[in-house]
T-cell receptor
């Protein structure tokens, strides 16, 4: 089945710094989602981005489907950005099963 | 627009017992998926329901079962609980199958002792 790898596994930043998180996937996809999991476990939708670039405030994402990777950019990080960031791609088997990477654990210190 | 809700928030059960977790899908969504997330890992797909039928299943034993109701809400039932079933259980809803965007509820944290 499709494999999803995220890097780096852990990231520590000072408030105000910028960062780039990477998601590699092993097969063609028709969908890719980025999530932020807060300390209470809630998965918050950041981007639905099968291809191209999207921006939402301080966050932006780019997916290059032909090269099988996606990037999540966080600019001017804040302590509230702390948590785990997951990317997920669908299993192309006719139902909406998402396959998640292991996540990037981000800690932003004041 | 109401988001995905789950109940209960936390639950403690004893090994061998049975548990039922509940999920209400986002307004207008007809597809519900359940995921199990062990500590320090990404969520793992359990199964999916579309219009009250299971239409996809991950690598989970038959003691994990579910239901979807006419209003598209859903239940996850786990029989004969094992210690390894301790995890965060997440429910997600979507407008349909792939590639529709999935939206997740806050989760139920199950502890099996």
């Amino acid at each position: 089945g499709i494999q999803v790898e995220q890097s780096p596994p852990d990231l520590i930043l000072q408030e105000g710094a910028n960062s780039t998180l990477r998601c590699n996937f092993s097969d063609s996809v028709n969908n890719l989602q980025w999530f932020h999991q807060n300390p209470w476990g809630q998965l918050i939708n950041l981007f639905y981005i099968p291809s191209g670039t999207k921006q939402n405030g301080r966050l932006s994402a780019t997916t290059v489907a032909t090269e099988r990777y996606s990037l999540l950019y966080i600019s001017s990080s804040q302590t509230t950005d702390s948590g785990v960031y997951f990317c997920a791609v669908p299993f192309l088997g006719g139902y909406n099963k998402l396959i998640f990477g292991a996540g990037t654990r981000l800690a932003v210190h004041p | 627009e109401t988001g995905v809700t789950q109940s209960p928030t936390h639950l403690i059960k004893t090994r061998g017992q049975q548990v039922t977790l509940r999920c209400s899908s986002q307004s207008g969504h007809n597809t519900v998926s359940w995921y199990q997330q062990a500590l320090g890992q990404g969520p793992q797909f359990i199964f999916q329901y579309y219009r009250e039928e299971e239409n996809g299943r991950g690598n989970f034993p038959p003691r994990f079962s579910g239901l979807q109701f006419p209003n598209y809400s859903s239940e996850l039932n786990v029989n004969a609980l094992e210690l390894d079933d301790s995890a965060l259980y997440l429910c997600a809803s979507s407008l349909g199958g792939s590639p529709y965007e999935q939206y997740f509820g806050p989760g139920t944290r199950l502890t099996v002792t």
